[in-house]
Each structure stands twice: as structure tokens, then as C-alpha cells.
């Protein structure tokens, strides 16, 4: 995962923050003011910063022309709506402009962009992506958009057979005896039954096709 510097001033929004960045393991640092931002800058070494406008003492320009020195990517959160402001931030370098207050969902999809873009985030190992869904195979767990999803053994099974063989046609037959180790039997559902699940759990309605009278059909990514 990453290492993520979030330069707020108002505790209640960098809680907020803190805990939708923790959840998907990013390890998060915060500065409540523009001055001890600066002397984290210097100090540590970030992947990506979430940098509030409007601080007291050094100012949030000051901070964005330090962290755009330091190559480290960042996105400005601000109240300040008005275009010109926004086109100033990314001019001075940063890597985009939320505005508050902001949907989290927006905000860790937006952090994941990001970190994809400057291909700095720390992937684990063993860990595998479709679309916006990440399976950590060391830990047993699957993010989607940087949310923990709850999946049952056979379902996180599953996934992880039909990602692994994405964009081919996998007959019944073959889900039964890798994923479950006994012969298809027609008349048991089963496999049916977490297909439904893995589809209403992860987004997965059109990406995961029905091949009729044969199997299933997980979409390749791109």
C-alpha cells in the first residue's frame, strides 16, 4: 500500500479521511498546519499527499509549490469551488482538485488513480486486480475501490479462478472440479448460486457473463 500525508486543519475531516485511507492498509500521516507539513516533508517520504487549501500559519500554496518540488503527487481538497482556483492548483502541479465536502468513495477512487498514475503504490504481494477490485492472496482479502468486501472461502475461491483465467470461457465442469474438487453434477446449484453472489457483492453484473449450456464468462479488464 502507500504512504499517504494528509495536511488538514480540521480534525473531523482528516478523521474522516484517515479512516477511509487506513481501511484498504495505506499507512497514513497527518499535519495539522502548513509549517509542520513542510518539516514532514523534509523529514519523510511520501507516495501521495492530500493537501487542504486553506491552513493557518504557511499557506496552502506554499505547501503544494513544496510538495510539487519534492515530486510527491498531490490532491488539493478546498471548499473553493470557483474554476479559476482549481486551474491554478493543477497548474502549479497538482495531480487534482476535490472539492468539499466530497464523497469518500470519490476520494479513495481518486487516491487509487492517482497512485496508479505515478505508479508508486506498494502493491502486496501476491495481490491481484480487475478493474477496481483487488485480491490480496497473502491476507484473504478482496477490496473493491479500497473497500473490504466480505467473501465466504468458495466465493473468494472462486474469484480468484475467475480472474486468474479472465476473458475465457470456463465450463462448469472445470469451476466444479478446481474450485469445489468434485464432478459436476446438473441438477446441484451451487455454482450457480455464488455466481449470484460474486455479481451482487462486487459490481460484477455484466462483467460476469452466463455462456449458456456451457459455463461462465469473466470479461478481460481492458
Not at 518540488?69 to 481538497?77: A, G, R
Not at 502486496?124 to 480487475?130: K, L, Q, R, T
Not at 472462486?158 to 470461457?169: D, H, M, P, R, Y
Amino acid at each position: 500500500m502507500a504512504k499517504i500525508l494528509i495536511i488538514e486543519d480540521e480534525d473531523s475531516i482528516a478523521d474522516v479521511i484517515r479512516i477511509n485511507l487506513s481501511l484498504p492498509g495505506h499507512d497514513v500521516y497527518r499535519a495539522s498546519d502548513g509549517d509542520f507539513a513542510l518539516e514532514l516533508i523534509e523529514e519523510e517520504t511520501f507516495d501521495l499527499a492530500l493537501l487542504d487549501l486553506m491552513l493557518g500559519k504557511t499557506s496552502g500554496e506554499t505547501v503544494l509549490t513544496r510538495l510539487v518540488e519534492k515530486e510527491i503527487p498531490v490532491i488539493v481538497l478546498s471548499a473553493k469551488s470557483n474554476i479559476t482556483d482549481q486551474v491554478r492548483c493543477l497548474r502549479m502541479g497538482a495531480d487534482d482538485y476535490i472539492t468539499k465536502p466530497f464523497n469518500s468513495l470519490d476520494l479513495v477512487t481518486r487516491v487509487d488513480v492517482v497512485l496508479r498514475v505515478h505508479k508508486k503504490i506498494r502493491v502486496p504481494s501476491g495481490a491481484m486486480f480487475y478493474k477496481d477490485i483487488m485480491v490480496d492472496k497473502c491476507r484473504h482479502e478482496v477490496l473493491l475501490s479500497g473497500e473490504r468486501v466480505e467473501l465466504t472461502p468458495k466465493e473468494y475461491d472462486l474469484l480468484v479462478f475467475f480472474i486468474e483465467n479472465a476473458g475465457n470461457v470456463l465450463p462448469r465442469t472445470q469451476i466444479a472440479s478446481t474450485v469445489w474438487g468434485y464432478a459436476f453434477d446438473r441438477e446441484n446449484r451451487t455454482i450457480d448460486i455464488h455466481v449470484q453472489r460474486l455479481r451482487k457483492k462486487l459490481g460484477l453484473t455484466s462483467a460476469l457473463k452466463t455462456v449458456s449450456k456451457v459455463g461462465y464468462l469473466l470479461e478481460g479488464a481492458s
